[in-house]
């Protein structure tokens, strides 16, 4: 188990450092000058050029490269051209509010998906199944932003039980800050909710179509108990996949719930830097979001290697 780990590992660095240079390179030739935008078109040559050497714009490529990878090492994020704020503060202050709705969102799904799953597989071709997987189609098909503005008209406007957007700070407390983030994680959950339950139930339905499964039956056990026995885990490892990259997603791609419910998180960040050009802060945070997805990727492949002693064998 050791040496698998070893090996993920050195991938996972291998992959921050391709996907460092990719980043900065995509994000480096992107038309506009950083400098001309926040100064205005009518800036003088020399103001402008001042400017760019406040900020380092001045400098090669490489070696801004390699002060901002040198500086997100150490912790140091650099300092936002727009806000003149440390980049890290920032997305230290938006991170609290997407890693919970992220968290949210996911734990919404996963309880959504799995007894969906389970029910629809065992009752294959039945009403049930019929009604679950026609509900799952339906979440696959509809935008998570339908279902926004949806639960806004009816739980926000119609009912009152929840705010129409904005989030409190977690100074109001805990439940308060969860109540605020309610109708995002939903909106967020269901269309995932969707998805994992046909991959539940597609696991689950070519698991029980294997021999082992067919002797636990004819041993005498019935077709749950085979199912919570030797089913189960046999069929978490295409599910596994599914839950990593889902919160990679559901942390990554809330830009558009963020604006529908007004919520300062990494999204609207991002969103507000790519518009004014800052160009620091979009590096840092994107670089981060791939940090999520490679290290959540890192730990499905030890979730993998703990449920099948087969890929431990093999490293």
């Not at 698998?4 to 996907?19: D, E, T």
């Not at 339908?146 to 806004?152: D, E, I, Q, R, T």
């Amino acid at each position: 188990m050791l040496r698998y780990a070893l090996k993920k590992v050195v991938s996972l660095a291998i992959s921050l450092i391709i996907a460092s240079v990719v980043i900065f390179g995509v994000v480096e030739v992107a038309p506009g000058d950083p400098a001309s935008y926040m100064l205005g078109i009518n800036a003088q040559p020399d103001t402008v050029a001042a400017l760019r050497a406040e900020l380092g714009l001045d400098q090669s490529r490489w070696q801004r490269y390699l002060a901002w990878v040198c500086g997100m090492v150490t912790g140091d994020f650099g300092i936002s051209y727009t806000y003149r704020a440390s980049v890290g503060g920032m997305i230290g202050d938006r991170l609290w509010i997407s890693l919970p709705l992220a968290l949210y969102a996911l734990t919404l799904s996963t309880i959504i998906a799995f007894p969906a799953g389970l029910y629809a597989a065992s009752r294959r071709g039945k009403p049930g199944d019929v009604v679950v997987m026609g509900a799952t189609q339906l979440g696959v098909a509809v935008p998570n932003f339908w279902f926004a503005m949806m639960l806004v008209l009816i739980f926000a406007i119609t009912l009152r039980w929840f705010g129409a957007g904005g989030f409190p700070g977690w100074e109001k407390g805990l439940f308060a800050g969860m109540k605020a983030l309610t109708l995002p994680a939903v909106a967020l959950a269901l269309p995932q909710a969707a998805i994992l339950t046909r991959v539940m139930r597609s696991s689950l339905l070519d698991i029980l179509g294997e021999d082992f499964m067919r002797t636990a039956r004819a041993k005498g056990l019935s077709q749950r108990q085979a199912i919570w026995r030797h089913g189960l885990r046999n069929a978490l490892i295409p599910v596994l996949t599914i839950v990593g990259l889902q919160f990679s997603f559901l942390l990554a791609g809330g830009i558009i719930i963020e604006q529908v419910f007004f919520l300062p998180g990494l999204g609207r960040l991002v969103f507000q830097a790519i518009t004014q050009r800052d160009l620091i802060v979009v590096e840092s945070v994107v670089m981060l979001l791939v940090f999520a997805v490679i290290f959540v990727n890192f730990l499905v492949d030890l979730a993998y290697a703990a449920v099948d002693p087969r890929l431990r064998s093999r490293a």
